[in-house]
Every structure is written in C-alpha cells, then in structure tokens.
C-alpha cells in the first residue's frame, strides 16, 4: 500500500511538471506573452485581488464551521480556522500529497471520536455544497451571455463557448433535480443504494452522498443557506479573475467579455481539484477561446500564475499555523496520509439516521 501511494504521488508530480513545462514551453515562444509580463499593470488593482480571494476562503472554512455546529460537533471558530487553512495549506502542498478535506477531516475526528459519520459528513458536504454552487453560477452566467459578446469571437471560439454554456446548463440542471430528489423523505433510506454502494467507480461516490444526505437530511434549511453562502464565495473568485484581467495591461479590445469570465472560471475551477497543471490548462484554453481575435493566446496562462501567487500567499497563514504546532500537524497529515483513498463515510458502519441539530 505504501508502494502504490509512493508512484501515485510520483505520477503526480511527474504530470503536473510536464502540464506547467508544456504551457510554460509555449509561452516562451510567443512575443505576445513576453510583452504582456513586462508591460504596465495596474498595481492598486492587482493589490485588491489578494483580500478579496482571503475573503472568500474565509468564508469558505466558516461555510464549514456552520455544517459542523449544525451537527451539535465540538469544534470552536478558532479550531475551525485552524483546520481550514491547515488543509487549504496541505492542497498546495507538493502536488496534493496530503488531501485537504482528508486533514481537516482528521482534525474534526479528533475533537469527536465517537462521532466520525457526522464529521466526515460535514467535509463532504461542504465539498458537494461549493461544487454544485459552482455550477449554479456557471450555468445562470451562460443563460444572461449577451449575444454581442459571442458576435466578438471567431467562428469555432463561439462555438466552443455555446458549448460550454450548455454543458454547464445541463449539468446544474441534472445536479439540481439530483438535490431535490434526495431531499425527498424516504429517498436516501431506499435499499438501492446499498446495491449501487458496490458499483465500480460511482458506488463509493454514491454511498458518501447518500450518508451525508442522511445525515443532514432534516437541515435542508441550513443545505440552502450553504448554497447561498457558496455563490457569494464563487462570486469573490469570479471577480478576483475579473479584476486580474482590467489590471494586467491588456488592451481593452483583446479582453474577454466579463460575463463570458463568469462562465469560464468555474470550469477551471473545478479541474482546479486535480492535480496542479489541469487549472493552468483549463483557464489558458478557455480563455483563448473566449478572447477576441488577435487577443495574446496565454492570456489565461498569466493569469493562472498570478492567481496561483495569490493562493500561495494566503496559504502562508496556514505554514503560521504548521510552525505554531510542528509536531501536531505531523502527525495529523501523516494520519490523513493513510487514510485509504476510498475511506468509507463512517468507517464501515450504516450511517446514523439522528441528527444532533
């Protein structure tokens, strides 16, 4: 087991390199992307994109101190933060060694030993709250696209981003109807899912939600807020993005239209989760799709690396953290590093039906 999560994170590190290499490769060859690096950039602007992306990931860690509290966990704001800025730490790590959600999973498991389903719980749902946002926002972003903002683009670029806007549609709709169908009462206590549990690759996806679901399946009042919660946030991401763009020294007629960055940034976010590289990759492309013609083809590549700055330098509150409690934190990442990648939602147990609210 120790071998195979040695070439996994080797495999890792391998990909990302060669992703970064890549785009970094084909960047270096376009004169448009050297002037754009050393042209003027609007500072004061610039400078307002790091508190604005704190502020979301705040929000973000507080989004789940509200599902654990929900719960009856003991967990304090302070502990919350503690934990949530640990695991935004550990997914910046080398290449995602240690799961984020994993740590801070540990963490809450540590306060609450008799109390893992719940715990667990509320760290994916948290993740599946942001997520589903993500592609709420995407998909309300792609239904108001002005029509002269596609007109801008070339022929197949414009036929790239309707894609995209129906894909995004498509997939808020059907994870929408999802949403709704396991909040029906009775829905998540059918024996089907514990057939579906053994299905390879989507059973020990669907048993976690069903779990989680059932957990939480009295407070759809608290699921909405966290929905609600989670736009605002993607929102704070969105216009981080946004501002990068009016700020880095671009020439107005190659900028992407605002409303085209709002449906292409969740995308990128989401491939955000794999690897590091695959955002890089996916925000160069589809902003090179979005971008007027003539408009410098790694656009979004320097943004990708501006954006990367900023997440670095939020994750230095949790190296603050780390060296307030070197010992602690080893030990806790080391406990999140063998946890086994299909880690069952309560260790093997039938979720509780109780929730402690």
């Not at 589903?132 to 801008?152: D, H, N």
Request: proline share 6%.
């Amino acid at each position: 087991m120790q071998l195979k999560k040695v070439l996994a994170t080797l495999v890792k590190v391998a990909l990302s390199l060669a992703l970064i290499g890549y785009l970094l490769g084909r960047a270096a060859g376009d004169k448009q992307f050297g002037e754009l690096v050393a042209g003027p950039k609007n500072w004061p602007l610039l400078a307002c994109t790091l508190p604005l992306c704190l502020l979301a990931v705040t929000v973000t860690i507080l989004r789940w101190h509200l599902l654990v509290r929900a719960l009856g966990l003991s967990f304090t704001v302070r502990e919350t933060l503690r934990a949530g800025y640990l695991g935004y730490l550990a997914n910046l790590l080398p290449f995602g060694l240690v799961a984020g959600d994993s740590l801070k999973a540990v963490m809450l498991i540590h306060r609450n030993p008799r109390r893992k389903t719940e715990a667990v719980a509320s760290v994916f749902v948290d993740r599946v709250l942001g997520l589903y946002a993500l592609l709420l926002l995407a998909a309300i972003a792609s239904i108001f696209l002005p029509a002269e903002q596609l007109a801008r683009l070339g022929e197949a670029d414009r036929a790239t981003i309707t894609r995209l806007c129906w894909v995004v549609q498509i997939a808020a709709l059907v994870s929408s109807l999802g949403f709704f169908v396991m909040l029906v009462p009775g829905v998540t206590h059918s024996r089907l899912w514990d057939l579906l549990e053994h299905a390879p690759l989507i059973g020990p996806v669907l048993h976690k939600l069903v779990g989680a679901m059932r957990t939480y399946r009295r407070r759809v009042d608290l699921l909405l807020v966290g929905v609600g919660v989670s736009l605002i946030i993607h929102l704070c991401y969105v216009s981080t993005v946004v501002l990068m763009t009016l700020a880095i020294g671009i020439a107005e007629s190659h900028r992407p239209a605002i409303g085209s960055i709002f449906i292409i940034v969740p995308p990128s976010m989401i491939a955000g989760a794999l690897p590091i590289g695959f955002y890089e990759v996916a925000i160069t492309l589809l902003f090179r799709a979005a971008s007027p013609p003539g408009a410098p083809p790694n656009l979004g590549l320097l943004i990708a690396l501006a954006y990367r700055l900023i997440q670095i330098s939020i994750a230095s509150i949790g190296v603050m953290y780390w060296i307030a409690g070197r010992g602690e934190v080893r030990e806790l990442m080391h406990e999140a590093e063998e946890l086994p990648p299909a880690e069952e939602l309560n260790g093997g147990e039938r979720p509780s039906a109780a929730v402690t609210a």
